[in-house]
C-alpha cells in the first residue's frame, strides 16, 4: 500500500508542481501507522526523488522560470528554517484557518478566466515581491507541513501572469531546496524514516513524470480549474484537522 500512495503522490506532484504531501502524510498515517510528526519529515524527504522527476520533465518541456524559481527559492528556504523555529511560538489554529481562506480565495480567483501570458521583465519590486512570497511559503510549510507549490503556483499565476504549466514547473524547482533543508533539520530531530521515505519517494518518480507530461498538453483553462479544485480540497482538509484537533481548555 505505501507503493500506491507513493505512485499517487508523484502523478499529483507531477500534474500539478507540489510536493504530494497531500496524499503522502496521511498515507503514511493510515497506512505505517506514523505519527504526524513523524509522517510530516518522512513526507518531505519522499518529495526530494518525485520533485527531481517532475522537474526534469517540466525543464525538457522548457516549462521552467529558472529566474523566478531562483528568487522564490532564496525566500523560501530563509522562511522554512523560520518556520520550523516558530512552530511552537505561533497560534497554530489562527494560522490554519487564515491559510485555509487564502487558499479558497485563490481557488474562486482561478475558476474564473485569468489572463496568464508571460511575466514581463523584473525589476527591483518583482524581485522582492518574489523573495516575500517564498517566504511565506516556506513558512507555511514549516508551520502547517504544507507544500509550497500550493502557494507558489497560484501566486505566480495571479500576480505575475506566468502561465499554469510554467508555474508549476517552477514551483518542482523551488521544493527541492526547501524539502533538503527541511529534511536534513527533521532528520536531525528524529522525525524521518529514511525507509520509507525511499520506498514512498522511488514509487512515485515516474507517475511524477508522466504527469508532468499530462501538464504540458494541458489547456491553462482546465490547468486553472484543477488546481483550484485542489487548493479546495486542501481547505477543507485543514479545516477539518483543525476541527478535529483537541481544544486545549484552562483549568479553573
Same mark, same amino acid.
Given at each position: *500500500? ?5 505512485? /499517487? %503522490? ?23 501507522? *506514523? ?30 522560470? +529558472?529566474?523566478?524559481?531562483? +528568487? ?26 487564515? @491559510? ?15 489572463? %496568464? ?26 508551520? /502547517? ?10 501566486? *505566480?499565476?495571479? #500576480? ?12 518542482? #524547482? ?9 529534511? +536534513? ?19 512515485? $518518480? ?6 508532468? /507530461?499530462?501538464?504540458? $498538453? *494541458? ?7 484543477? @488546481?483550484?479544485?485542489? #487548493? $479546495? ?6 479545516? +477539518? ?12
Amino acid at each position: *500500500m505505501i507503493l500506491v500512495v507513493g505512485a /499517487l %503522490a508523484g502523478f499529483l506532484a507531477g500534474l500539478f508542481g507540489v510536493g504530494g504531501g497531500i496524499l503522502i502524510v496521511p498515507g503514511l498515517v493510515l497506512v505505517s501507522g *506514523m505519527t504526524q510528526r513523524l509522517a510530516h519529515g518522512t513526507s518531505l524527504a519522499a518529495v526530494l526523488p518525485i520533485s527531481v522527476a517532475s522537474l526534469v520533465t517540466y525543464a525538457l518541456q522548457d516549462n521552467v522560470d +529558472w529566474i523566478a524559481g531562483l +528568487w522564490l527559492a532564496v525566500g523560501a528556504v530563509g522562511g522554512a528554517v523560520i518556520g520550523t523555529r516558530l512552530l511552537h511560538v505561533l497560534p497554530h489554529r489562527t494560522l490554519a484557518l487564515a @491559510f485555509a481562506a487564502i487558499l479558497l480565495l485563490s481557488a474562486v480567483r482561478l475558476f474564473l478566466p485569468t489572463d %496568464a501570458d508571460g511575466r514581463s521583465a523584473l525589476g527591483l519590486a518583482g524581485v522582492g515581491a518574489l523573495v516575500a512570497i517564498g517566504v511565506g511559503t516556506g513558512i507555511l510549510a514549516g508551520l /502547517l507541513g504544507v507544500g509550497g507549490g500550493i502557494v507558489m503556483v497560484p501566486a *505566480m499565476i495571479l #500576480l505575475f501572469g506566468i502561465p499554469p504549466v510554467i508555474a508549476k514547473g517552477t514551483s518542482a #524547482l523551488v521544493i527541492l531546496p526547501t524539502a533538503v533543508i527541511g529534511t +536534513w533539520r527533521n532528520r536531525s530531530r528524529g522525525h524521518v524514516d529514511l525507509r520509507a521515505a525511499t520506498e514512498v519517494g522511488l514509487a512515485g $518518480v515516474l507517475t511524477a513524470a508522466l504527469g508532468g /507530461l499530462v501538464a504540458d $498538453v *494541458m489547456s491553462a483553462d482546465v490547468s486553472n480549474v484543477l @488546481f483550484a479544485t485542489l #487548493l $479546495v480540497v486542501v481547505a477543507a482538509r485543514l479545516l +477539518w484537522q483543525e476541527a478535529s484537533r483537541p481544544r486545549i481548555t484552562a483549568s479553573r
